[in-house]
């Protein structure tokens, strides 16, 4: 089992930066693949960004590169998703994913709200 705790979210304008961090906890994080999905309301959830087990890999939505960075300090089990230039569209609950592809595990954190208002 791992555990995923997001923290960071809340209220900013269009334009501004959030961080928010995910911790993990119960299993050897660096084992997993971490991601950050969103779901808006009324929309299903989608992907947003994700990073390979060492860091050295990052995956991007269209919607989101060139604006949102996502890294991970394994020493820390913490993954954190630096968001620049944020814009209304961006709002939604943003959940923190582990996973390992190659046993089907995937884990889910409990989400965070970003709202930006504009």
């Known amino acids: 089992q791992v555990q995923l705790v997001e923290s960071g979210g809340g209220l900013v304008q269009a334009g501004g930066s959030l961080r928010l961090s995910c911790v993990a906890s119960g299993r050897t994080f660096s084992n997993y693949v971490m991601g950050w999905f969103r779901q808006a309301p009324g929309k299903e959830r989608e992907f947003v960004t994700s990073i390979s087990r060492s860091g050295g890999s990052t995956s991007y939505a269209d919607s989101v590169k060139g604006r949102f960075t996502i890294s991970r300090d394994n020493a820390k089990n913490t993954v954190y998703l630096q968001m620049n230039s944020l814009k209304s569209e961006d709002t939604a609950v943003y959940y923190c994913?582990?996973?390992?592809?190659?046993?089907?595990?995937?884990?889910w954190g409990q989400g965070t709200q970003v709202t930006v208002s504009s």
């Open positions: 994913q582990a996973s390992r592809p190659s046993v089907a595990l995937t884990y």
